[in-house]
């Protein structure tokens, strides 16, 4: 069974950056695509990135573009979220999830079969 645990959440000034991690453990080799979701207070998740194990293409909303980056480190079993020029919209619960090994890389929720608890991320204006 894969398990994912983020962690980096926390508290941030408007315009500031944070690095969000996702170690992923048990069974890894069963996945093909990392992603990470967000959902704020009253609405839906939201896609934010995702990344491939093998070759590392990467997928990114539209809403993140130009300020995040996707990474991964095969090694370590670790992907990570770098946001930068945070904005107070981007505060919500960050999720990392994980799609079975043949999906593709996508943005559908649906295709992710394995998920995270969670971390906070709180930007101030």
């Known amino acids: 069974q894969v398990q994912l645990v983020e962690s980096g959440g926390g508290l941030v000034q408007a315009g500031g950056s944070l690095r969000l991690s996702c170690a992923a453990s048990?069974?890894?080799?069963?996945?093909?695509?990392l992603g990470w979701f967000r959902q704020a207070p009253g609405k839906e998740r939201e896609f934010v990135a995702a990344?491939?194990?093998?070759?590392?293409?990467?997928l990114y909303a539209d809403s993140v573009k130009g300020r995040a980056t996707i990474s991964r480190d095969n090694a370590e079993n670790t992907v990570y979220l770098q946001m930068n020029t945070l904005k107070p919209e981007d505060t919500a619960v960050y999720y990392c999830a994980a799609t079975p090994r043949y999906n593709p890389i996508t943005s559908s929720g649906a295709y992710y079969h394995y998920w995270g608890q969670g971390t906070q991320v709180t930007v101030s204006s």
């Open positions: 048990g069974g890894t080799f069963s996945t093909n695509v």
């Open positions: 990344i491939r194990w093998s070759g590392g293409s990467t």
